[in-house]
């Protein structure tokens, strides 16, 4: 069965780093994309980024190039989502999910991550 | 603002028809195929709708979709309470190399 399991909640202070993580099983790690989605309380969808575990290649949107970085672990089917310095505007809920191809494919986001919830405040 | 427009919300009363609309660009529906999720408060996203008009298993075949031109349309057919949620269309853009999602629209069982 193909499960993306995230990691906790997250409760940290503006300009604090944090790392959250997106661990798959069920499937081969290194033969899917997977993407990082934002949903900010209240609000839709919206794609950060994605990146090939079988070579590292990482493509960000462009809102949010230079805000994240999107890694993996593939020793241990894991891939990550990080921020070295948070803000407020943060707080928002962060799903992973995965997908065959990233371009012009027929391709949709077939299986996701719960969500982790990530609050900064003061 | 995103970049596909749906309306934010719909509603009907069990057993109608909702349809929901998603308008695009050359860039992106007019070009690329249009995926539906659906997501009831509190959970993750699941696909409904994949290339078009295509349903996975395990989805009601009371959901289905369509695309002309530059829009795209969910319907479900015989509205059940259990479909209220929101539901973003989606589609790969080609000037922003990613994929793009619409803004959302709550369906509500009246």
């Known amino acids: 069965e193909v499960q993306l399991v995230q990691s906790g909640a997250e409760v940290k202070k503006p300009g604090e780093s944090l790392k959250i993580s997106c661990k798959v099983s069920g499937y081969t790690f290194s033969a899917y994309w997977i993407a990082w989605v934002r949903q900010m309380p209240g609000k839709g969808l919206e794609w950060m980024g994605v990146?090939?575990?079988?070579?590292?290649?990482?493509r960000y949107s462009p809102s949010f190039e230079g805000q994240v970085t999107i890694s993996v672990d593939k020793s241990i089917g894991t891939a990550y989502l990080q921020w070295n310095s948070l803000k407020s505007s943060d707080t928002a809920m962060y799903y992973c999910t995965r997908t065959p191809e990233y371009g012009d494919f027929d391709v949709h986001f077939d299986y996701w991550g719960q969500g982790t919830l990530v609050t900064v405040s003061s | 603002q995103s970049v596909l427009t749906q309306p934010p919300s719909a509603s009907g009363t069990p057993g109608q028809t909702v349809t929901i609309s998603c308008s695009g660009s050359s860039s992106n529906v007019g070009s690329y195929s249009v995926n539906w999720y659906q997501q009831v408060p509190g959970t993750a996203p699941k696909v409904v709708i994949f290339e078009n008009t295509q349903r996975p298993s395990g989805v009601p075949d009371r959901f289905s979709g369509s695309k002309s031109g530059t829009s795209a349309s969910l319907a479900i057919r015989g509205l059940q309470s259990e479909d209220e949620a929101d539901y973003y269309c989606?589609?790969?853009?080609?000037?922003?190399?990613?994929?793009?999602f619409g803004g959302g629209t709550k369906v509500t069982a009246l």
């Open positions: 989606a589609a790969w853009d080609d000037s922003l190399k990613g994929w793009v």
């Open positions: 990146i090939f575990p079988g070579d590292s290649d990482t």
